[in-house]
């Protein structure tokens, strides 16, 4: 009785070697990441933390729009095989391609999280009543996780930008999970950018959008199957 030749196992499909191109596929991403965001970086780190900065703030934050999304591009298209490893490549294709449709949702979410931020800033001198803050809050809140949805969306498919904006209030209601582990991750950010600085986040940029992948996986896989076939 003969035995059953085992299948040879290609090179490059160890998981040794799965590891370490994943390493490499972040380690590529978080490079490209800083470089895309860093003439927003730089004078954002060197701002003082003051209410008067904050149109200032928005306008440094501009370039993160589109970094953010050609790093997800790439971490959501490179597949970890060692023997076609082409991060870099696959960054700037998404970045050119999805510069002018990232920028059309980013920069009026920039917009309108300035105005918001800037009431509150101002809230005191405005004399309006207490529950005024309550609803400003509550509509950042919405800004916030509507612009991470759009974000998400117009990296990952190709719609209209009024579409993109329908989807993106719309899944915040059809999945709340998503949404929820949004606000969890936006939180963490913000909280280690209040203790430290924002350089600690610009180095950990990669890992983040990693997760921000993983969080909107669902809502991807939702639009895939009912927009999309």
Partial sequence: MSAVASPRRQFGDGPLSRVAARVH??????????????????????LSRDASNLPLVAACAVPLGPAVSAALH??????????????????????????????RVWLPTLAWLTVVA????????AGVPGWWAV????????????????LVITTLFVFRTRDVVRLALYFLVRAPL??????ALLAAVAAVTAVTSEAVVALAGAVVVLALR??????????RKEWTA
């Avoid at 298209?77 to 990232?102: I, K, M, S």
């Avoid at 800037?118 to 001198?125: K, R, Y």
């Avoid at 993983?214 to 639009?223: C, K, L, N, V």
């Fill in 74 to 103: 790439t971490l959501h298209h490179q597949r970890p095989d060692v023997t076609d490893l082409r991060p870099a490549t696959v960054f700037w294709r998404g970045y050119r391609a999805n510069l002018g449709p990232v920028l």
């Fill in 178 to 183: 998503v949404a929820l582990g949004h606000a």
């Fill in 118 to 125: 800037v009431n509150l800033a101002h809230l005191s001198d």
């Fill in 135 to 150: 609803l400003l809050v509550v509509v950042a809140g919405v800004v916030v996780l509507a612009g991470t949805n759009a």
């Fill in 214 to 223: 993983h969080i909107a996986a669902p809502m991807a896989g939702i639009i």
């Fill in 25 to 46: 596929i972040l380690l590529v991403v978080e490079a490209l990441l800083l470089a895309t965001s860093l003439p927003g970086l730089v004078p954002l780190i060197l």
